[in-house]
């Protein structure tokens, strides 16, 4: 099964993604969308977005990282994809989803659905322009207010030579209140490969990733809140497709990566310093109670130090007899061990 780690503008940047591949379980992560207007954007810009086109634009342990381009003028989007191909990209992928305001008011975005002409030109204009061998791939919606438009952008996507579409599964009026209707992406599935077609939104657990792909009849699979809710999310999932038997991470381990997280974290505006914790805590919180709680120690801290003793001070709570499983060691959780070794 393959997984893709989804865009999340401001969430999933260099450090995020580093920290999930090295967890595992992702066989591909998608930069923050980089916004094209009309010109040829600098190559900073490309670098900022995706530092991992310093090494060979794959994350330190190895999964690729597509580059995301939005924007709505065929040839600027065309001509800033090929620099992005000139410093190393090893695939573009091209936004007709975003919901948000601004975007959608310059004419890009999930806005674009609602013409599946001028999809078709930039993805043509987009596939024309970079050399063969570079995957070209779309991310949209169902539609923009309704998901009339859905079959005719698909068929235009595919015609326009896409490689893969991947499809969250709501409009951009129904925003992410749930659900994501995942049946209602399977009109495409016709004489497409598999692997062509990979299906997001709400899925939030092993149970909801099996339906989602029973019911979108899809190949492929994208996490974005749910992966930040849950960083073992694809780990699990495959694990329950290879009958392997998984042991679950536990808030213990999943605190430890946010200490890593922390610790790398960009401490050059001391304004902004844990900003980044605080907002993985506000998705963990979902799935671990414990992250309330050190989330209400630390929401009002901005200060290095204060914010490291905090941490501490949560570490020492969580060694003195907080309720962890005694039967399961940290260093065995996350450990995919096969049913016949446990048998
Ligand atoms: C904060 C945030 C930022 C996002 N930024 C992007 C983006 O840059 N590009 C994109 O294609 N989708 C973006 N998305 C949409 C996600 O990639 C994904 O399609 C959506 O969250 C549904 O998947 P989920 O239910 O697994 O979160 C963003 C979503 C959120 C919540």
Redesign the pocket.
């Known amino acids: 099964m393959h997984i893709s780690l ?6 999933v940047d260099y450090p995020m993604r580093l920290l999930m591949t090295e967890l595992g379980g992702y066989d591909r992560c ?1 930069t ?2 980089i916004r094209v207007t009309d010109v040829l954007l600098p190559d900073r810009v490309f670098f900022r977005y995706c530092a991992e086109l310093e090494h060979g634009c794959h994350t330190l342990s190895g999964t690729p990282v597509h580059i ?1 381009l939005l924007g709505s003028d065929p040839d600027a989007m065309a001509s800033n994809a090929c620099r992005a191909v000139s410093l190393g990209a090893v695939a573009i992928d091209l ?1 007709f ?2 919901p948000a305001k601004t975007v959608n008011k310059s004419n890009g975005g999930s806005i674009l659905l609602r013409n599946p002409e001028r999809v078709g030109s930039i993805v043509r204009a987009v596939r024309d322009a970079v050399p063969a061998n570079v995957p070209v791939n779309a ?1 949209i919606r169902l539609g923009y207010e309704s998901d009339e438009t859905f079959e005719e952008v698909a068929e235009k996507v595919f015609a326009a030579g896409a490689n893969e579409l991947c499809v ?1 599964a709501r409009t951009k009026v129904q925003g ?1 209140k749930p659900p ?1 209707y995942w049946p209602r992406a399977r009109a495409i599935v016709g004489g497409k490969p598999q692997a062509a077609l990979t299906i ?4 939030w657990s092993v149970d909801d990733a099996l339906t989602a792909l029973q019911q979108s009849r899809f190949g492929r699979l ?6 930040l809710a849950r960083p073992d999310l694809a780990l699990q999932i495959k694990a329950r497709l290879a009958g392997d038997v998984y042991l679950p991470l536990q808030w213990v381990d999943i605190f430890g990566l946010l200490q890593t997280q922390f610790k790398r974290s960009d401490k050059s505006s001391a304004r902004h310093i844990g900003n980044r914790t605080k907002q993985w805590l506000a998705y963990l919180k979902r799935t671990y109670p414990e992250a309330e709680i050190l989330f209400t120690s630390i929401k009002r801290l901005h200060d290095e130090s204060a914010f490291s003793r905090a941490l501490t001070e949560h570490e020492r709570f969580l060694a003195s007899g907080f309720p962890v499983p005694t039967e399961i060691t940290p260093s065995q959780r996350g450990e995919i061990r096969s049913v016949a070794s446990v048998s």
């Open positions: 989804a865009p999340m503008e401001g969430v998608v923050e969308f995301q936004n989803g975003c991310k969250h992410y994501a997001n939104g709400e899925i994208m996490l974005g809140r749910t992966a």
